[in-house]
């Protein structure tokens, strides 16, 4: 073998063994954000168990959208600093029909998560209590 050849072979061997070095090396972190800061998946169920939900929507408020109230739910969560249970109660008459449904929400306002899951005896109550936050279906 010539030195020529055996130079040839180092510098084959050195560029794959940069190649793969470049190749393993960790993917630079992504610092900007690609989800909205306020957001909550909120589901509407009949009865008192989360998982019977029969209506659901996702509520974004960076701008306001996700369904026909979002502008007004955005605004009382403001208001509320993201606490659903912190939305001052309307005051409403509401009949004392006993048919339960449970709202459920999780999701994220200013950086911190948000859990809620309550069961109300009436969907009148539960628009009493938490606003236009669960107003899904358009009424």
């Not at 070095?21 to 589901?43: E, F």
């Not at 006993?98 to 628009?127: I, L």
Request: hydrophobic share 40%; glycine share 10%.
């Amino acid at each position: 073998m010539t030195h020529s050849s055996v130079v040839k072979a180092v510098r084959g061997g050195l560029l794959a063994a940069a190649t793969l070095l470049a190749c393993a090396a960790p993917a630079q972190a992504d610092t900007g954000r690609t989800t909205p800061d306020n957001w909550l998946l909120l589901t509407v169920g009949e009865g008192g168990t989360p998982s019977a939900a029969t209506s659901g929507s996702l509520l974004l408020c960076d701008p306001p959208r996700g369904h026909r109230h979002a502008a007004d739910a955005c605004a009382e969560l403001a208001a509320a600093d993201g606490r659903i249970a912190g939305i001052p109660p309307k005051e409403v008459y509401c009949p004392m029909v006993y048919a339960p449904v449970t709202a459920h929400a999780h999701g994220e306002w200013r950086g911190r998560p948000v859990a809620y899951t309550e069961t109300f005896p009436n969907r009148c109550v539960m628009a009493a209590r938490t606003g236009s936050v669960f107003a899904l279906d358009g009424s």
